[in-house]
């Protein structure tokens, strides 16, 4: 018996499902609990957050968005109100050569256990990770702080090693931050690193009710006290959500199956047909944005990371050979079916770097030239992403603008044009030989290539690298798609990669400022290859310029009109050296059903972030509202 094509793809999701798919929330109301899709971990038992933990997947199932808490927040939307106080009263306050930062700290905020947080915790937590290296934020705070006291309860003062205005970066929450660990717990424990903190204190609205064993899902329950904490004061109304399940729901098309039965609220990412299918039959799925692409735009930046600590990736003209190998239509098309948003440039095309970046730079980049070492070209096509748009417009129709710049923000701004010639030259320059169709390193030896990808996780960005794969293989470099899973992160952080397709840069989203990440880049930061890398230069990129531009912003404040001039220094560093090869903006197909929530984020209303790992899902999780039509249970 023959089923048909799609009756085929329903049962392979079908079996693709977890087992406990019908019975996770045994016992929970399910109109008091928001579905969210997790990531399944490998050492469940693992709730320190401020240690690696083997494998331990519990930071972004929860623990991080919804149990820790720290001094500030950043709404990656944008908008008048994206500062967000919170275990902080108000903004930081440096003195004049901003070698000192002292906090306020806010008054009546309690552990889940009962205990007061006060500045005590704040100073164990600074110490404590200096004291061990291997935590979380032991690197930049080892770098920056000659010491740290609290004359108060509710006073924290820093001084600094040197000069850094963006120090409290490290305090503010975008994805993460340095969350304040729970002295009363921590410091009853020998090794700090070991220490497994299962159960974990709340220091936020949710405490941890259950979980698998087996890794597979994690529940959290709102706290009696939610009020005793940062978002409870911050709260205009009691949280409706009583229940947050993070779950694992199999591959990306079990999880429209799921979210079609109402098993699943939140989707982290799925395919893109997924999606457009989604939107097209469902009458109970919310979107980001209502029309093509449906999908909500990361300030994140997919690109191909060189581990520039691996030859022959040390060297800028075989990366700059590689980036010339790619068709960047194709990648467009065979990853997101048309619908992304082209970086040619080391930071996301999002919220406001359309308007600081990538319009004042668009002369520059048209007359950027590369040296092949035997001619000077100009690589750069500024008309790429109206040709995508140009290959979508028949499926899409009106839906695709015609406008020149709502084209640009919707597809991008231009790209490198795919120049296999002068890839050649460069390769050859850098000492490569061609035997037949396979280029040969210098010693002589075959030149292949292994490209991580996470896989089924994030399904745009597997497809991306198939794609760039066929392209470096077609054009004699033997690429192998290497599908890391959940240990992917792990690799990348370690070092254990040549090339990878996942990103090293996030942005604030509406500020110009780049020390989200630009901070980390800096050489003092970098770690032999078998250790791991402190976030974010997964690629290890040293440069001594990169230091001095990295200084320089260090030495303005976050708010100062030079800002901008500094990262577009950094920009043009990167584009000369191509330390990794920007590709797109992370647009996230992340459908959201209402059946028993409603006033998800939009773009209409950007309150808050949407995607399940980011710490400021908090403010969706108790800005959401039941759905008064919801099946009663």
Same mark, same amino acid.
């Given at each position: 018996?023959?089923?048909?094509?799609?009756?085929?793809?329903?049962?392979?999701?079908?079996?693709?499902?977890? /087992?406990?798919?019908?019975?996770?929330?045994?016992?929970?109301?399910?109109?008091?609990?928001?579905?969210?899709?997790?990531?399944?971990?490998?050492?469940?038992?693992?709730?320190?957050?401020?240690?690696?933990? @083997?494998?331990?997947?519990?930071?972004?199932?929860?623990?991080?968005?919804? #149990?820790?808490? #720290?001094?500030?927040?950043?709404?990656?939307?944008?908008?008048?109100?994206?500062?967000?106080?919170?275990? /902080?009263?108000?903004?930081?306050?440096?003195?004049?050569?901003?070698?000192?930062?002292?906090?306020?700290?806010?008054?009546?905020?309690?552990?889940?256990?009962?205990?007061?947080?006060?500045?005590? +915790?704040?100073?164990?937590?600074?110490?404590?990770?200096?004291?061990?290296?291997?935590?979380?934020?032991?690197?930049?705070?080892?770098?920056?702080?000659?010491?740290?006291?609290?004359?108060?309860?509710?006073?924290?003062?820093?001084?600094?090693?040197?000069?850094? &205005?963006?120090?409290?970066?490290?305090? #503010?929450?975008?994805?993460?931050?340095?969350?304040?660990?729970?002295?009363?717990?921590?410091?009853?424990?020998?090794?700090?690193?070991?220490?497994?903190?299962?159960?974990?204190?709340?220091?936020?609205?949710? $405490?941890?009710?259950?979980?698998?064993?087996?890794?597979?899902?994690?529940?959290?329950?709102?706290?009696?006290?939610?009020?005793?904490?940062?978002? @409870?004061?911050?709260?205009?109304?009691?949280? !409706?959500?009583?229940?947050?399940?993070?779950?694992?729901?199999?591959?990306?098309?079990?999880?429209? *199956?799921?979210?079609?039965?109402?098993?699943?609220?939140?989707?982290?990412?799925?395919?893109?047909?997924?999606?457009?299918?989604?939107?097209? +039959?469902? %009458? &109970?799925?919310?979107?980001?944005?209502?029309?093509?692409?449906?999908?909500?735009?990361?300030?994140?930046?997919?690109?191909?990371?060189?581990? #520039?600590?691996?030859?022959?990736?040390?060297?800028?003209?075989?990366?700059?050979?590689?980036?010339?190998?790619?068709?960047?239509?194709?990648?467009?098309?065979?990853?997101?079916?048309?619908?992304?948003?082209?970086?040619?440039?080391?930071?996301?095309?999002?919220?406001?770097?359309?308007?600081?970046?990538?319009?004042?730079?668009? +002369?520059?980049?048209?007359?950027?030239?590369?040296?092949?070492?035997?001619?000077?070209?100009?690589?750069?096509?500024?008309?790429?992403?109206?040709? *995508?748009?140009?290959?979508?417009?028949?499926?899409?129709?009106?839906? *695709?603008?015609?406008?020149?710049? !709502?084209?640009?923000?919707?597809?991008?701004?231009?790209?490198?044009?795919?120049?296999?010639?002068?890839?050649?030259?460069?390769?050859? %320059?850098?000492?490569?030989?061609?035997?037949?169709?396979?280029?040969?390193?210098?010693?002589?030896?075959?030149?292949?290539?292994?490209?991580?990808?996470?896989?089924?996780?994030?399904?745009?960005?597997?497809?991306?690298?198939?794609?760039?794969?066929? !392209?470096?293989?077609?054009?004699?470099?033997?690429?192998?798609?290497?599908?890391?899973?959940?240990?992917?992160?792990?690799?990348?952080?370690?070092?254990?990669?040549?090339?990878? *397709?996942?990103?090293?840069?996030?942005?604030?989203?509406?500020?110009?400022?780049?020390?989200?990440?630009?901070?980390?880049?800096?050489?003092?930061?970098?770690?032999?290859?078998?250790?791991? !890398?402190?976030?974010?230069?997964?690629?290890?990129?040293?440069?001594?310029?990169?230091?001095?531009?990295? /200084?320089?912003?260090?030495?303005?404040?976050?708010?100062?009109?030079?800002?901008?001039?500094?990262?577009?220094?950094?920009?043009?560093?990167?584009?000369?050296?191509?330390?990794?090869?920007?590709?797109?903006?992370?647009?996230?197909?992340?459908?959201?059903?209402?059946?028993?929530?409603?006033?998800?984020?939009?773009?209409?209303?950007?309150?808050?972030?949407?995607?399940?790992?980011?710490?400021?899902?908090?403010?969706? $999780?108790?800005?959401?509202?039941?759905?008064?039509?919801?099946?009663?249970?």
């Amino acid at each position: 018996m023959k089923f048909p094509r799609f009756a085929v793809i329903a049962l392979l999701s079908l079996a693709a499902l977890p /087992a406990y798919a019908q019975d996770f929330i045994a016992g929970i109301p399910r109109n008091e609990t928001l579905i969210i899709q997790g990531t399944p971990q490998q050492n469940a038992d693992w709730f320190n957050v401020w240690a690696p933990g @083997g494998g331990g997947a519990a930071n972004v199932n929860g623990l991080q968005q919804l #149990t820790t808490d #720290t001094f500030w927040f950043i709404n990656p939307e944008g908008g008048p109100d994206a500062w967000q106080n919170a275990l /902080a009263t108000e903004p930081p306050a440096y003195n004049a050569d901003f070698t000192q930062m002292t906090v306020k700290l806010r008054k009546g905020i309690y552990w889940s256990d009962g205990v007061e947080f006060t500045s005590d +915790d704040v100073v164990y937590t600074v110490k404590t990770q200096i004291d061990h290296p291997g935590m979380s934020w032991s690197a930049p705070f080892s770098v920056n702080v000659a010491s740290v006291e609290n004359p108060d309860p509710l006073t924290v003062v820093f001084h600094l090693k040197k000069p850094n &205005s963006r120090f409290h970066t490290l305090f #503010t929450v975008r994805w993460n931050a340095a969350w304040i660990m729970p002295k009363h717990v921590f410091e009853k424990v020998g090794d700090p690193l070991a220490f497994k903190n299962n159960p974990p204190v709340s220091l936020s609205a949710y $405490v941890l009710q259950s979980y698998d064993k087996g890794g597979n899902w994690t529940i959290w329950k709102l706290r009696d006290d939610w009020q005793r904490t940062s978002i @409870g004061m911050a709260a205009k109304e009691p949280p !409706q959500v009583k229940y947050v399940v993070y779950r694992a729901a199999g591959n990306p098309e079990a999880r429209v *199956i799921e979210q079609r039965n109402h098993n699943l609220d939140v989707i982290n990412d799925m395919a893109p047909e997924g999606m457009f299918a989604m939107m097209r +039959d469902s %009458k &109970s799925v919310a979107s980001w944005l209502k029309g093509f692409p449906y999908a909500h735009p990361d300030p994140t930046l997919p690109s191909v990371l060189f581990n #520039t600590k691996k030859p022959p990736f040390d060297n800028k003209d075989v990366r700059w050979a590689l980036a010339l190998m790619i068709d960047i239509r194709a990648v467009a098309l065979g990853s997101y079916r048309g619908a992304a948003n082209l970086a040619a440039l080391a930071t996301p095309p999002t919220g406001s770097a359309p308007d600081d970046y990538y319009a004042p730079m668009q +002369d520059w980049l048209t007359n950027f030239e590369l040296d092949t070492g035997s001619r000077k070209i100009k690589p750069y096509d500024p008309n790429i992403s109206a040709q *995508i748009a140009t290959m979508v417009r028949g499926q899409w129709g009106d839906q *695709i603008p015609t406008d020149p710049k !709502q084209l640009q923000r919707t597809f991008g701004f231009g790209w490198w044009k795919q120049d296999v010639q002068a890839a050649s030259e460069l390769l050859q %320059k850098a000492g490569f030989k061609k035997s037949g169709n396979q280029w040969l390193k210098p010693d002589g030896t075959p030149f292949t290539i292994r490209l991580q990808v996470e896989g089924d996780a994030i399904p745009t960005l597997a497809r991306a690298g198939t794609v760039i794969a066929q !392209q470096w293989s077609q054009n004699g470099i033997a690429t192998k798609v290497d599908v890391a899973g959940p240990t992917n992160g792990q690799r990348l952080s370690t070092g254990d990669f040549e090339a990878a *397709i996942y990103w090293s840069i996030e942005t604030w989203g509406g500020h110009p400022d780049l020390s989200f990440f630009l901070d980390s880049y800096h050489s003092e930061f970098i770690k032999p290859l078998g250790q791991i !890398q402190p976030p974010r230069n997964l690629q290890r990129w040293q440069d001594p310029r990169l230091d001095q531009i990295i /200084a320089k912003n260090r030495s303005i404040a976050f708010d100062s009109s030079d800002v901008t001039k500094v990262g577009q220094d950094f920009l043009k560093l990167a584009v000369e050296e191509m330390p990794m090869i920007p590709l797109m903006a992370y647009n996230k197909f992340a459908p959201f059903d209402t059946t028993y929530w409603t006033n998800y984020p939009s773009a209409e209303n950007p309150y808050s972030a949407s995607g399940p790992n980011w710490s400021n899902i908090r403010y969706m $999780v108790t800005g959401l509202k039941a759905n008064q039509n919801a099946p009663k249970n």
